[in-house]
């Protein structure tokens, strides 16, 4: 990979100062020169020559598509870059960009299998702000990090016979389930299961390999990383060869982009910022109803275990880098009488009914039911399906309805909320037809005709990728007040 190096050679400032996570008001700082004590970190990239031409050519293809100023958004951290030449010119985005959050959908689950420490290291090197874990609980109590309350679908349970006898059938929001639940498996039980990839059009090449993760665990892994992710070992305490070898192809990728470890050129961080994880935590109280009603635990709350462990570790404020989601409504209003963490209203579809409130997603999308989340929440996370409708004839998300969801997400801003759908996705079968197969056709029509602040994303490299070449050319279209020839 190092002889494809060569041609242009360019450095990446980046500027990060916190936006009201901390106070009522931000103030970008773009443009400022690399001596400002705001600069916390540089990144090295080296072109290859043969990349450099396609990237000319998609910037110029991304110059037509890109549109003018971003509108501003009043949450979360801001990070204003410059980008510097290697001619000593550099190019500085609009004051009012602020980048959209990329949070890692059940770690990097579109690569490696979901909710494992390997995912998350993933993901963090692919430069997701934030990971996510759905938060279910063990028999004795421990937070974990699994979506489903069952764990067949992402385990080897069903082929351990050891684990035959807890099989069982219990009611769920509704519906019988019979499966492998979690609640019926102590921590070190489940430590003896290993992961499996729940899509079988995704890699399976890592199936066997993991363990379960802990929330805490999550926790310690982005306190031990406070960098930009491009030093975290994904593989640590792991010699599978195989493993190994293809991590190291989907690296080649990455280092394609100037994300690896050897290209970092470590900045001095002086911000306030060293006591607070880069990543952020996102994580999901699960079914929080349902785990209440199990009697469980000595009869303490679901949010009060995972409270404590997020307060143990220091996420006590709305100022703490993490954000608590769910799609129920009285746990987060319970949360929010406790402690002022950032919460997110996770909304389902329009027809399904909110299991704990019995009330259709339907009215917690209307400007009423969006005034009384505003209340408590920080952001909505709807689907982007609801946001941006796909014809279902056709197959095709049409300008009437890009327009509806711009302005269903205007109507959320004006109530001062953000706005982070979920899942954004790369395989052709989550794509609407107009997107011609290509993911960042659907980025650019979230991130500029829509105006969401952040999304889910089962692949944060492709998100990072295509964030870096949407400031590309914005900063150029910016600093030099025309497009790419
Ligand atoms: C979907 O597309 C078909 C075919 O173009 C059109 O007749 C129909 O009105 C569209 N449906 C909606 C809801 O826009």
Redesign the pocket.
């Known amino acids: 990979m190092e002889q494809r190096r060569g041609g242009g050679d360019y450095v990446e400032l980046e500027v990060i100062e916190d936006g009201t996570t901390r106070g009522s008001s931000t103030h970008a700082t773009s443009g400022q020169e690399e001596s400002t004590s705001q600069v916390l970190r540089r990144r090295r990239f080296h072109w290859p020559s043969p990349a450099f031409l396609l990237l000319a050519f998609v910037l110029a293809m991304a110059s037509f598509l890109f549109g003018t100023a971003l509108r501003t958004s009043d949450g979360g951290i801001k990070r204003t870059k410059v980008y510097r030449g290697s001619d000593g010119g550099s190019i500085a985005l609009p004051e009012t960009y602020v980048r959209p959050l990329v949070i890692g959908h059940r770690g990097s689950c579109g690569m490696l299998p979901e909710h494992t420490l390997e995912g998350y290291k993933l993901a963090m090197k692919q430069h997701a702000d934030c990971i996510e874990c759905d938060v279910i609980l063990t028999k004795d109590g421990v937070p974990i990090c699994r979506h489903d309350l069952t764990l067949e679908q992402t385990t080897d349970v069903a082929s351990r016979p050891e684990f035959d006898h807890k099989r069982t059938t219990r009611d769920v929001e509704g519906e019988t389930t019979t499966g492998w639940f979690a609640v019926d498996f102590t921590l070190d039980e489940l430590k003896q299961l290993r992961a499996l990839q729940r899509l079988d059009f995704r890699d399976p090449n890592y199936d066997g390999l993991f363990q379960v993760a802990t929330l805490q665990e999550q926790i310690d892994l982005v306190k031990e990383n406070s960098g930009d992710g491009g030093d975290v070992d994904v593989l640590s305490g792991h010699d599978d060869e195989a493993a190994s070898w293809h991590l190291k192809l989907l690296n080649y990728f990455m280092k394609f982009w100037g994300y690896s470890s050897e290209d970092k050129d470590k900045g001095t961080d002086q911000g306030h910022h060293h006591h607070t994880p880069k990543t952020c935590l996102y994580p999901e109280l699960k079914s929080t109803t349902w785990h209440n009603s199990l009697g469980m635990w000595g009869g303490k709350r679901s949010e009060d275990i995972i409270l404590d462990v997020l307060e143990k570790n220091g996420y006590k404020t709305k100022d703490d880098n993490i954000y608590l989601q769910s799609f129920e409504t009285l746990d987060l209003e319970y949360v929010h009488k406790k402690s002022s963490l950032k919460l997110i209203q996770l909304i389902g579809a329009p027809d399904v009914v909110q299991w704990d409130t019995k009330r259709p997603y339907e009215e917690l999308m209307s400007e009423k039911g969006i005034s009384e989340i505003a209340k408590y929440a920080f952001a909505v996370s709807p689907s982007k399906n609801d946001i941006c409708?796909k014809?279902?004839?056709?197959g095709?998300i049409?300008a009437?309805?890009v327009a509806k969801g711009r302005s269903w997400v205007e109507m959320i801003h004006s109530k001062g909320l953000q706005v982070h759908p979920w899942v954004l996705r790369d395989e052709d079968r989550y794509l609407a037809w107009n997107y011609g197969q290509d993911a960042y056709n659907e980025y650019t029509m979230f991130i500029r005709d829509v105006g969401v602040d952040g999304f889910f994303t089962d692949f944060p490299a492709t998100a990072s990728n295509y964030i870096r070449l949407f400031e590309l050319d914005l900063a150029y279209q910016s600093s030099h007040k025309e497009k790419l020839p």
């Open positions: 409708e014809n279902t004839t056709t095709y049409d009437s309805s």
